[in-house]
């Protein structure tokens, strides 16, 4: 597709739940990208896939969240018995990385509200 | 660690008139990126500008131009001739150019700065 595609666009579960957000990148972009944005906050990192290579998971706030990249391409990101701290805008991104290329695209990203 | 700070939560300005965004960040790093990014309601993050660390000239695009200082650690943005269409949340972003294509290429964020454009 023309840009980063995130699905769904807004989801409501109940807490103790668990959601799985999609992420569908640019075809070609070979890093991948999730962030958080709480209400009044920055983004905050969560995790990064680039290539085959072994994701970073630094940013990932407990065991409860996990994500995989399927084929270098589609994304998703699992949250296990949700709680209401989980509330909040999750964005995807992807990039091509390379010498004098930097750069993201985002998705519009998924807005989870646990109730 | 990187941080990226944004000292102003809201700004206002007038249609047609300037405003200058706020940004410092902290780094030992030498090389290294630095972003501008608008998020109107749609949620979406836009690109509005970069620069490159090792540049000394301040990037432009159209109306939107950074003063960078290096040494002061500051990347303000300056917005001119101010459009309704430019309210939106402004993050300022710093990304570590060290070895891209690792895991250090993510961007850090500042908290934002929501610009209202007043008719």
């Known amino acids: 597709g023309a840009g980063v595609s995130q699905s769904p666009s807004n989801k409501v579960t109940e807490k103790g739940k668990d959601v799985e957000l999609r992420c569908d990148p640019i075809s070609g972009h070979t890093a991948l990208y999730w962030y958080r944005q709480s209400l009044g906050q920055g983004l905050e990192f969560l995790i990064y896939f680039q290539g085959n290579s072994a994701p970073d998971k630094s940013g990932l706030p407990s065991d409860r969240f996990s994500a995989e990249r399927t084929g270098g391409s589609v994304s998703t990101l699992t949250i296990q018995r949700t709680q209401q701290e989980d509330s909040a805008v999750y964005l995807c991104?992807?990039?091509?990385?390379?010498?004098?290329?930097?750069?993201?695209?985002f998705g519009s990203g998924t807005r989870l509200t646990v109730v | 660690a990187q941080t990226v700070t944004q000292s102003q939560p809201e700004m206002s300005v007038q249609e047609a008139e300037t405003v200058t965004l706020s940004c410092t960040y902290d780094t030992s790093e030498n090389n290294y990126y630095l972003f501008w990014y608008k998020q109107p309601p749609s949620r979406q993050m836009i690109l509005v500008i970069r620069q490159e660390a090792y540049k000394q000239q301040n990037a432009t695009e159209n109306r939107f131009s950074v003063n960078f200082q290096k040494a002061a650690k500051s990347f303000s943005l300056k917005i001119s001739d101010s459009q309704l269409g430019d309210t939106a949340m402004y993050f300022c972003?710093?990304?570590?150019?060290?070895?891209?294509?690792?895991?250090?290429?993510?961007?850090?964020f500042g908290t934002g700065t929501l610009l209202a454009v007043q008719p």
């Open positions: 972003a710093f990304m570590n150019a060290g070895s891209y294509g690792g895991a250090t290429n993510k961007l850090i």
């Open positions: 991104a992807s990039s091509f990385l390379g010498r004098g290329r930097i750069g993201y695209t």
